[in-house]
């Protein structure tokens, strides 16, 4: 008899493209759960026994308060029975992440500096996101964050152009390490954002999170599943692209992480949330994710306690983007890791990313 295939499915919430300074929607996250559409049935109708809807959807559920109970059970069954990931991203960290990739680093690698050893680029991103407002004057360093993500999008020199002016207006010598390259328009910067298929889409970078993950996980090949939403189509395109690409190359993304190309993941098919409860289980562990996120960065109020959620993760199912000041740790963990070189890769195959 034929072995099933292993089916990992997906789901997502934040989604802003490649703006990731929306002040609505300060947090994007995915979620993969390798759980059968039986199985996650069974579970549904084990802890909503009574549910009227046509699907089981966080946003929904999370208002009433006869349900928040059954939605901390269900995520405590299924992070404890099966293999599950999600990854939690701020975005305008991952934004500052992006513009040390391009606005930044190239200027470093033309003097043959590797400005990835040992995690230094989440360092000074954690530091940038923390004093950035300060140091540069009122609202600057935002101001340039806006400009950056306008240049990778419209890649003209009248972006470009702005981006550098936009620099230059700031108080740039507080941190010249950082804004320098641009105050000198760097040309080697210029061109990596100029540099078609580079973008700020944070959907990649939570991809490759995801990936990496899925890729331990699995016994084997695999397939992936997710809803049919516009969202997802991007999420969607990039795993057609991973799937398709057959170099052999593998990359140390830090201490827990690596990537390696071929994929087992084989093939990545959209289904109708309405009829697949398994991606319903994956909408409620990305949706508390999410909502736990911004309810302790003061966004939300109400719905989970966000500490019970994210205390019912184990280590290894859990990845997030978010800013950091212990500067020792960042090191322990990113030390060894080939991000420089996996950054030029991704940049040269899938149009960029972070790492």
Same mark, same amino acid.
Not at 238 to 243: D, G, P, S, V
Not at 288 to 306: H, I, K, M, Y
């Given at each position: 008899?034929?072995?099933?295939?292993?089916?990992?499915?997906?789901?997502?919430?934040? $989604? !802003?493209?490649?703006?990731?300074?929306? &002040?609505?929607?300060? $947090?994007?996250?995915?979620?993969?759960?390798?759980?059968?559409?039986?199985?996650?049935? #069974?579970?549904?109708?084990?802890? $909503? +026994? #009574?549910? %009227?809807? &046509?699907?089981?959807?966080?946003?929904?559920?999370?208002?009433? %308060? #006869?349900?928040?109970? +059954?939605?901390?059970?269900?995520?405590?069954?299924?992070?404890?029975?099966?293999?599950? !990931? !999600?990854?939690?991203?701020?975005? #305008?960290?991952?934004?500052?992440?992006?513009?040390l990739d391009y606005a930044v680093e190239p200027f470093y690698f033309k003097r043959q500096i590797d400005f990835y050893e040992d995690g230094q680029n989440f360092s000074l991103a954690s530091l940038l996101w923390t004093a950035g407002p300060t140091l540069f004057g009122s609202g600057a360093f935002d101001q340039i964050l806006a400009a950056f993500q306008r240049a990778a999008k419209e890649k003209s020199p009248a972006a470009l152009g702005s981006l550098v002016e936009t620099v230059r207006a700031a108080d740039w010598n507080q941190l010249p390490g950082a804004l320098g390259p641009l105050a000198l328009a760097s040309p080697e910067c210029l061109g990596a954002i100029a540099t078609p298929g580079v973008s700020t889409d944070a959907a990649l970078v939570l991809l490759q999170a995801l990936i990496t993950r899925m890729e331990v996980q699995s016994q084997g090949r695999y397939e992936a599943r997710h809803d049919q939403s516009?969202?997802?189509?991007?999420?969607?395109?990039?795993?057609?692209?991973?799937?398709?690409?057959?170099e052999r190359v593998e990359f140390v993304h830090s201490r827990i992480a690596s990537l390696r190309f071929p994929l087992k993941l084989t093939s990545v098919v959209q289904v109708d949330s309405k009829t697949s409860p398994a991606v319903q289980i994956a909408?409620?562990?990305?949706?508390?994710?999410?909502?736990?996120?911004? !309810?302790?960065?003061?966004?939300?109020?109400?719905?989970?306690? +966000?500490?019970?959620?994210?205390?019912?993760?184990?280590?290894?199912? $859990?990845i997030h983007y978010l800013p950091s000041n212990d500067f020792a740790e960042q090191k322990r963990l990113r030390s060894g890791s080939q991000a420089s070189e996996m950054i030029d890769y991704f940049a040269r195959h899938f149009g960029g990313g972070t790492t």
């Open positions: 008899m034929q072995r099933e295939m292993q089916c990992f499915h997906i789901d997502e919430s934040g $989604f !802003t493209g490649y703006d990731l300074l929306n &002040p609505e929607q300060r $947090f994007q996250g995915a979620s993969a759960v390798f759980v059968s559409d039986d199985e996650a049935a #069974r579970l549904i109708k084990e802890f $909503f +026994p #009574r549910l %009227q809807a &046509p699907e089981l959807k966080y946003q929904s559920l999370v208002r009433r %308060q #006869r349900y928040r109970k +059954p939605l901390i059970e269900l995520q405590r069954a299924v992070l404890s029975q099966f293999k599950c !990931t !999600t990854c939690v991203a701020d975005k #305008r960290f991952l934004l500052i992440l992006m513009f516009e969202n997802l189509r991007r999420y969607h395109e990039l795993l057609r692209r991973y799937i398709d690409h057959k909408d409620v562990l990305v949706g508390a994710a999410v909502e736990a996120a911004n !309810t302790l960065a003061g966004q939300r109020q109400g719905g989970l306690d +966000p500490r019970e959620v994210l205390s019912l993760y184990a280590e290894d199912q $859990f």
